[in-house]
């Protein structure tokens, strides 16, 4: 049995791998077919019977699932997907389950119905489905298939629910719920059993209270089939007025509109058993919260229902339901700008109770003695004056003048007017006080009585002046005076002469005398503060800080004192200087410039604590700033500085050193260096400062020097040439330094010679010696206005210049007329104008002559004839116009026609210029 296969396989094979023909290899597979066949194949296969064996087999054997699902693609599907029964029969092969070759009416797809496990397609048969027939489902015959056409069609059905119970969806759904699955939210055992479903989930709107126990169909088909809606996009901004109508309306403030019914209402019960007031930003309490709605709610409220009530057009504030007992109106103090809210200083739970008023605090007029006994309105009158007055009639509680007039504000003065004069500006309460008018009474009505009164003053009494009486200041000449002037000097002077005003500088006369002296004794002075005068006192000079006299000495004049008493000096010059030479000598005067001692004080160098140890110098202050290496001997001042002959006039004498030099429009230089340059550049340049070429950090790095300065500006490639190529090394050299060879830097010939002075004259002077005439410093060969009396263009641009300029002949001054150099070369004999009127310098048998410009225009053949055609023997004026002229002696030579007749004296009557021949009678 082996080896009848291993034939079968091998007879197979070659046939598969025959060369033969495509008709021969069919015949020998139908034979093979006849041969090897088990038996006939079911019908639906019967085509593929004794010629197609391959298609179903392998020639190596076996028949693979491939074969099949190449017609019953369905089933490939889901093998591929690993879905439904075929796909979860984990890689069974197809003749396992599905025979052949068992004669025609084989049925290949038979199977236990009965004991079937559903589970085995994927779909398992669970709860009310477990009840069902097959065929229940499964509807559909095999109508379309060769064999069993009666026979139920158990392929092709889908999982899903609407496979069976599309025309049971009382949903239609749209959107994003449309194509998601029954089961999700049903189950198999009970359809209305929906707990898998979560609102608030899927939805994102929770179900609370009796939304929780309406019906789906309240909500998403509210007028029954056909009305289904499931999107709601005005939800998250009308709320609740998406579904329900707006009862309210306007009759609700902003705050309650565009659906936000929660705020009072609950999804539990629409009636409000409890409203929570404070929801309106206006809570209720105290006797607030027994009171009714209406009565409150008052406006356009009456006859009606609660439910269609107004509940706008009242605000937050008191007037809006109480009368203005107060009479406030619209008056708005500074330190109480509300005064219309009445909880600044009431509250709800009772009118009169915990007033939360302080006048004292609150005011900027604090009640005390017997104003804490007046009823307020006895102060705050109606507009009228009346302290009785209406409900809400205004009254006055803002007091303008009560700041400068305090109690003439309500109170009327019992002074007379001589009194207020004296005391114009002076308050009420200066004097007397609320508990009691009299007390501070004085004789005279003046404040005598008390003399604590005064401390209330610009001058407090103190020291002797509290021993005065009153008129010894406030008599004057007989009449009483309260108003005194110099307040900035302590009022002595109004009574005390000042005996310093010629001792003292202006800036002391005007200060106060309490500054020195004291009311207790004129004598003895206050410490003097010397600090406030230019002269601060430091140093040795704190050694006099107590012996005023020292500096301070007497002079011959007296104080008008009585006695008179000897004037000390106060008065100092030198203010400039540090006033130092009041007392000492300035030993600097001849050794420093004026200039210097002027602008300067002793204490720039010198200080107060030792007048050998000296200051840091700050350089910069003269006329040399000290920079490069000069910084280096800063602190050696000698080393410029140097000892003179001369002597300061000090105890004892002192070396005086040099501190004068000459020659600052030089900088200074010469007093230290020699002027090399004297034999080198002309006096313009070495006259000038030093440091316009040089520098201080070194000597031979010289700055940028401005050539144009010179009688020879730098221009083009001059700029571009080293200094020493044209001011060369001379034989001279410097004395000091390296002594280096000086160069060359005065060209006394440049004026005459040019640029001969450093470059060679290829012209030998036969061109002058103004190179710059033609050439430029840009470049040699770019000559810049070269050629100007006479153009070079065309091919003169690329003569040579000796080919005109023969053996270097000078043309300058010929005329421009091309016959000066080519007299031989004209054609025209010298009877024609300029040649550049005809003729170009580019080429010279194209010229611009324009024929047609003469009496004379070329038309025809005439216009390719040559000019000495006509114009022979250099003639080129007073020719003929008519054909004649040029023709006649042609014409003669024709007799037939004869033309010496007249009847052919004029050619133009048979010819033309274009065809000379055929000439037209």
Request: with cysteine; hydrophobic share 25%.
């Amino acid at each position: 049995m082996r080896n009848f296969k291993f034939i079968i396989a091998a007879l197979l094979t070659m046939m598969a791998s025959s060369s033969l023909a495509q008709s021969d290899s069919k015949k020998f597979e139908g034979l093979m077919n006849k041969l090897l066949a088990p038996g006939p194949l079911m019908i639906g296969h019967e085509k593929l019977e004794h010629t197609d064996c391959l298609t179903c087999h392998d020639p190596g054997g076996g028949i693979p699932n491939k074969g099949c699902v190449d017609c019953h693609k369905g089933i490939g599907v889901q093998l591929r997907q690993k879905k439904s029964f075929h796909g979860l029969m984990g890689g069974k092969a197809c003749v396992d389950c599905h025979k052949d070759h068992k004669g025609r009416d084989f049925n290949a797809v038979r199977f236990d119905e009965k004991n079937f496990d559903h589970k085995r397609t994927g779909f398992i048969l669970d709860g009310a489905h477990t009840k069902v027939e097959c065929t229940d489902c499964h509807t559909e015959k095999r109508l379309n298939k060769p064999i069993n056409r009666s026979d139920t069609r158990w392929f092709g059905k889908s999982p899903s629910c609407r496979e069976c119970h599309a025309d049971d969806d009382i949903h239609r759904y749209t959107g994003k719920f449309a194509k998601v699955e029954c089961s999700k939210c049903h189950n198999t055992t009970e359809w209305k059993d929906t707990k898998f479903f979560d609102h608030a989930r899927e939805t994102g709107y929770a179900l609370i209270g009796a939304h929780a126990r309406n019906k789906c169909s309240d909500c998403h088909a509210p007028k029954g089939k056909g009305s289904e809606i499931y999107d709601f996009p005005g939800l998250k901004t009308r709320k609740c007025l998406t579904c329900h109508e707006d009862h309210h309306g306007r009759n609700l403030s902003p705050k309650f509109q565009n659906g936000n019914c929660d705020t009072c209402h609950s999804q539990e019960k629409w009636d409000i058993t409890g409203f929570k007031h404070e929801v309106t930003g206006w809570p209720l309490r105290g006797k607030h919260a027994q009171n009714q709605c209406i009565d409150c709610h008052k406006p356009g409220n009456q006859g009606k229902k609660l439910a269609d009530f107004r509940w706008v057009g009242l605000n937050k504030s008191c007037g809006s339901c109480h009368a203005d007992y107060h009479g406030y109106g619209n008056t708005k103090p500074k330190r109480m700008p509300s005064l219309s809210n009445c909880a600044q200083c009431h509250n709800e739970f009772g009118w009169k109770q915990n007033i939360q008023f302080n006048h004292n605090s609150q005011t900027i007029f604090p009640l005390e003695g017997k104003h804490l006994r007046n009823d307020c309105f006895q102060c705050h009158v109606t507009l009228k004056g009346q302290t009785k007055g209406k409900t809400n009639e205004r009254r006055i509680y803002h007091f303008k003048s009560l700041t400068t007039k305090t109690c003439e504000t309500c109170h009327k003065s019992p002074h007379s007017s001589a009194f207020h004069r004296r005391f114009k500006g002076v308050k009420c309460a200066d004097c007397h006080t609320p508990r009691g008018w009299n007390i501070m009474a004085g004789a005279k009505g003046m404040p005598g009585g008390d003399r604590r009164f005064h401390q209330n003053t610009r001058f407090p009494l103190t020291g002797k002046h509290t021993n005065q009486p009153c008129k010894s200041c406030h008599l004057v000449n007989g009449k009483e005076r309260y108003k005194f002037p110099n307040a900035d000097k302590g009022f002595c002077v109004n009574c005390h002469d000042s005996v310093h005003k010629k001792q003292f500088t202006p800036k002391f006369v005007r200060m106060g005398c309490g500054e020195c002296h004291t009311t207790m004794s004129f004598g003895k002075r206050k410490p003097f503060n010397h600090n406030i005068t230019d002269f601060k006192i430091t140093g040795q000079h704190k050694k006099f800080e107590k012996n005023c006299s020292k500096c301070h000495v007497p002079t011959r004049a007296k104080l008008p004192t009585k006695p008179p008493k000897t004037a000390h000096k106060f008065k100092f010059k030198f203010a400039k200087n540090g006033y130092c030479e009041n007392c000492h000598n300035n030993v600097h005067r001849k050794q420093f410039s004026p200039e210097f001692i002027r602008r300067s004080a002793c204490t720039d160098c010198h200080t107060t604590n030792s007048f050998t140890k000296r200051k840091p110098f700050n350089h910069d202050k003269t006329r040399f700033k000290l920079t490069g290496r000069h910084a280096k001997v800063k602190n050696n001042c000698f080393e410029c500085h140097v000892k003179t002959n001369k002597k300061l006039p000090t105890k004892p004498p002192k070396v005086a050193h040099k501190f004068q030099f000459p020659g600052e429009n030089r900088g200074f230089c010469d007093n230290c260096h020699k002027n090399e340059h004297r034999d080198m550049f002309r006096a313009k340049f070495y006259r000038k400062p030093c440091g316009e070429c040089h520098k201080t950090s070194t000597f031979g790095d010289l700055k940028r020097f401005n050539h144009s300065e010179t009688n020879f500006a730098l221009r083009y490639k001059h700029k571009k040439v080293e200094c020493k190529e044209c001011h060369t090394r001379t034989a001279k050299r410097f004395t000091q330094g390296r002594k280096a060879r000086k160069g060359r830097y005065m060209f006394p010939d440049l004026k005459t010679r040019n640029c001969q002075v450093c470059h060679r004259d290829p012209h030998k002077g036969t061109n002058g010696t103004r190179c710059t005439k033609c050439h430029t410093e840009a470049g040699w060969k770019k000559a810049d206005g070269f050629h100007k009396d006479f153009t070079l263009e065309g091919v003169h641009l690329v003569l040579g210049c000796d080919q005109c300029h023969i053996e270097e002949k000078v043309l300058r001054g010929s005329s421009e007329d091309c016959r000066v150099c080519h007299h031989e070369d004209d054609p025209h004999g010298g009877f024609l104008n300029d040649c550049q009127d005809c003729h170009t310098q580019t080429v010279w048998e194209s010229t611009t002559f324009i024929h047609d410009m003469t009496q004379f225009p070329l038309r025809g053949v005439h216009r390719l004839t040559d000019c000495r055609s006509c114009h022979n023997q250099g003639n080129y004026v007073a020719l003929p116009t008519d054909c004649a002229g040029c023709h006649q002696s042609q014409a003669d030579l024709v007799t037939s026609p004869n033309h010496s007749s007249s009847r052919y004296q004029s050619c133009e009557q048979c010819h033309n210029t274009f065809s000379f021949s055929g000439a037209v009678e």
